[in-house]
């Protein structure tokens, strides 16, 4: 079955960075866009950024732009999103996900797959 297991995540300063990573298996890794998603508790889940199949095309939520870089390595099925210059307001559980569907606007549209998330957690 599709796995998509994030992990990187941790606690970090303010001003600090992070890399998260999410492998992908049981599907065609490059026959999906694939995106970064968050929740912090007791608000909705929000994208954070997403990424086309090649690579070719990129999306960013405002909040993160200038900040976050988003990559992917098809021939390791990963994805990658690092995150510099880190605010407790970045404070949230991360989760991969795997679309079909990618807009300039939105980014990666109603996922097919997710993972379980990994916590960042930056303190001020």
């Known amino acids: 079955q599709v796995q998509l297991v994030e992990s990187g995540g941790g606690l970090v300063q303010a001003g600090g960075s992070l890399r998260l990573s999410c492998t992908a298996s049981?599907?065609?890794?490059?026959?999906?866009?694939m995106g970064w998603f968050r929740q912090a508790p007791g608000k909705k889940r929000e994208g954070v950024s997403c990424i086309t199949w090649n690579g070719g095309s990129t999306y960013y939520a405002d909040s993160v732009k200038g900040r976050f870089t988003i990559s992917r390595d098809n021939a390791k099925n990963t994805l990658y999103l690092r995150m510099n210059s880190l605010k407790p307001e970045d404070t949230a559980m991360y989760y991969c996900?795997?679309?079909?569907?990618?807009?300039?606007?939105?980014?990666?549209?109603?996922?097919?797959?997710w993972g379980q998330g990994t916590q960042v957690t930056v303190s001020s």
């Open positions: 996900a795997a679309a079909r569907t990618f807009t300039y606007d939105l980014g990666c549209k109603q996922p097919n797959y």
């Open positions: 049981g599907l065609t890794f490059d026959d999906f866009h």
